[in-house]
């Protein structure tokens, strides 16, 4: 008999108690309440077509802390990608070799089709322009760090287009009560129509600012992200935009006094430094908070 294959895709495809039980099992792994042999003969497959380092090596140390061991495709320059094999091959090739997969593609979409092909839990380390649902899962977490996850005022700063960390928090947002996103983009960079249209069938308020001054003193969470320079179609077109944003302990003095910041990081300037050390200051909790969220998900699809 096979059991369904529990990928974890895209936030889009999770409803509220899929969300919050994994954010409760997060929990569990953060204090600490865990034996270590859970995921003990498991093998993970890590394959990152995109540069990372947050999402790459918390899967990795999440799985070791849980017991597993950690399959690297390594430079994709050294596989048999580069002699034209496609990415459906490669994963049908890989999930013989490993309970899950970890994939990180520049294509919105690739993990979905990996899934398709797939005889093992795929998990999407971010696709393109589409969806991150760790980054998700973590920065949901975050946010519950500080305060209850509804009536929250919940500032989006940066790249809203072509940023999928927006994306796929925006929607996972939709689900809880009472939020209202306010976006905060450079000229041209808010989010697609498409995207703006699903959203609004979620219910979820979302209301455009042009200046982060003009929200900042309502604001109970400022999400800051930076331009994914990476995605522009070309550089002359990145450089027209280069970034007009940063945040600054000036700045901030407008914000309420529990108002925090998060950030999916890397940041390029969109932070001040000086910012680092002051309480609302969260993005490197944000960031370590990646392993208790992927030792959920690793234990959601691999354990039993
Ligand atoms: C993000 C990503 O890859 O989408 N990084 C991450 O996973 N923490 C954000 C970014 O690259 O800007």
């Excluded at 495809?13 to 859970?38: N, P, Q, V």
């Excluded at 070309?234 to 302990?249: H, I, Q």
């Excluded at 370590?288 to 969220?293: A, D, E, K, L, S």
């Amino acid at each position: 008999m096979t059991r369904e294959q529990k990928n974890i895709l895209s936030v889009r495809d999770m409803d509220r108690r899929e969300i919050d039980k994994l954010l409760c099992s997060a929990a569990k792994f953060d204090r600490g309440d865990f034996t270590g042999h859970e995921l003990d003969k498991k093998i993970l497959a890590v394959l990152f077509f995109e540069p990372s380092t947050r999402t790459r090596m918390s899967f990795s140390a999440a799985m070791m802390r849980l017991g597993g061991k950690i399959l690297n495709l390594g430079s994709v320059e050294a596989t048999s990608i580069t002699k034209g094999e496609t990415l459906s091959d490669t994963i049908r090739v890989i999930s013989g070799y490993a309970d899950a997969i970890v994939l990180r593609h520049p294509k919105e979409g690739a993990a979905r089709l990996a899934s398709e092909v797939s005889s093992v839990p795929v998990i999407n380390g971010g696709d393109g322009a589409g969806q991150h649902p760790s980054q998700t899962l973590l920065d949901l977490y975050t946010i519950r760090e500080s305060m209850r996850l509804e009536n929250i005022d919940i500032g989006l700063q940066g790249d809203l287009r072509y940023g999928r960390t927006v994306h796929s928090l925006a929607f996972a947002l939709s689900k809880y009560n009472n939020i209202r996103i306010h976006t905060i983009a450079p000229d041209g960079l808010d989010f697609p129509n498409y995207l703006k249209e699903d959203l609004s069938e979620t219910g979820v308020e979302i209301i455009c600012h042009e200046k982060l001054e003009d929200i900042l003193p309502e604001l109970d969470v400022l999400y800051v992200t930076r331009l994914q320079r990476e995605r522009f179609p070309d550089p002359v077109a990145f450089a027209s935009y280069s970034a007009n944003y940063r945040l600054t302990p000036e700045l901030l003095q407008i914000a309420k006094p529990k108002m925090i910041v998060l950030h999916p990081l890397p940041r390029v300037g969109e932070i001040d430094p000086a910012v680092d050390s002051l309480p609302c200051a969260k993005y490197f909790e944000q960031a370590h908070n990646g392993i208790p969220i992927r030792m959920a998900m690793l234990n959601e699809v691999m354990s039993q």
